[in-house]
């Protein structure tokens, strides 16, 4: 009944405001995105490792707050080429809040750069270097 008045509403011209998503007609959304085809994750994937959309990203944890992009990028560009360094800084301080992202376009550089790294010394202190994104094993 709720259905109906809402369409009565309407026909007559009164504009009712919701809030959130959802609400919109979709069909507008051809028009906002030009038409573009997005790449998707593969549903199939096995367990383990999974790309990003762009690339094959490593998590580091430990890194010490006065890191700077330089030194990461010293560090793991041995591997292969460093797409993308993410440092996320804390407000106050400045200083780097104590993890990294590495994105390599390759998936043997990345773990490459996991195998040789995790648990070796960076500024005077051991990081821990894994996968940033993984799949997790199907629950039975």
């Given at each position: 009944?709720?259905d ?111 195998n ?25």
């Amino acid at each position: 009944m709720a259905d109906d008045m809402d369409h009565d509403d309407r026909a007559q011209g009164v504009d009712k405001r919701r809030k959130g998503r959802g609400h919109r007609d979709t069909t507008e959304w051809a028009d906002r995105y030009g038409g573009a085809r997005f790449k998707e994750l593969d549903p199939n994937a096995k367990p383990g490792p999974t790309a990003s959309v762009e690339g094959w990203v490593i998590f580091i944890t430990n890194v010490n707050e006065e890191a700077q992009e330089e030194d990461i990028h010293e560090a793991f560009a041995e591997f292969g080429d460093v797409k993308n360094i993410y440092m996320n800084l804390d407000r106050q301080t400045g200083f780097v809040k104590g993890y990294a992202l590495v994105e390599y376009k390759v998936y043997k550089e990345a773990q490459a750069a996991i195998n040789e790294m995790n648990g070796k010394m960076l500024l005077e202190q051991t990081i821990q270097v894994d996968w940033a994104f993984r799949k997790p094993q199907r629950r039975r």
